[in-house]
Nanobody
């Protein structure tokens, strides 16, 4: 199983970006899908998570500006980021709890990270 994240880049304050993360491989089921971020010198922090049923949860710092969604048919999670601020600058990582066809239990998988830089 692999997670491939994309969509990062350089954007001015107040701008928008949309991140995508696609899971591929021998996937039986995907539970929660989550975006984390890590800025230089900081710990990795949860940004937003979405369950298989579509329930969502957000960090307080992004609530009202970011929207997480998923396309279960494409095994993909998205993060729409609006009204971006310089403090949103970080490497963004996707995480998914996935059960493979050959496994009894689900496991954690991580994408490679995509850089988001908010600067004028």
């Amino acid at each position: 199983v692999q997670l491939q994240a994309s969509g990062g880049g350089l954007v001015q304050p107040g701008g928008s970006l949309r991140l995508s993360c696609a899971a591929s491989g021998s996937i039986f089921s995907i539970n929660a899908m989550t975006w984390y971020r890590q800025a230089p010198g900081n710990k990795r922090e949860l940004v937003a998570t979405i369950t298989s049923g579509g329930s969502t949860n957000y960090a307080g710092s992004v609530k009202g500006r970011f929207t997480i969604s998923r396309d279960n048919a494409r095994n993909t999670v998205y993060l729409q980021m609006n009204s971006l601020k310089p403090e949103d600058t970080a490497v963004y990582y996707c995480n998914a709890v996935i059960r493979e066809y050959t496994s009894t239990w689900p496991e954690d998988y991580w994408g490679q990270g995509t850089q988001v830089t908010v600067s004028s």
